[in-house]
């Protein structure tokens, strides 16, 4: 079944939303890492990090899908 372009429209949409979530967990998590830390903002600071690995994880596979759905598109794979 052929990729229409409003579906890649969507994907490449979710992959734009992805990477803008991920960015976002960096900078969070690279601000508690710019400060003095107690040991709640250690707390804060590894908690930033496992949502950045998640949105990390998020991103990569929106963009999969994404280049998944192009190759169908465009070379029939």
Do not use: C
């Amino acid at each position: 079944m052929p990729v229409e372009i409003s579906e890649l429209d969507q994907m490449q949409t979710a992959y734009k939303t992805a990477v803008d979530d991920w960015r976002a967990a960096i900078r969070e998590e690279e601000a508690l890492a710019s400060v003095n830390h107690s040991e709640a903002e250690i707390d804060a600071w590894e908690a930033a990090g496992f949502r950045e690995e998640a949105a990390r994880g998020k991103a990569k596979e929106a963009k999969a899908a994404y280049e998944a759905a192009l190759r169908e598109k465009f070379f029939n794979f």
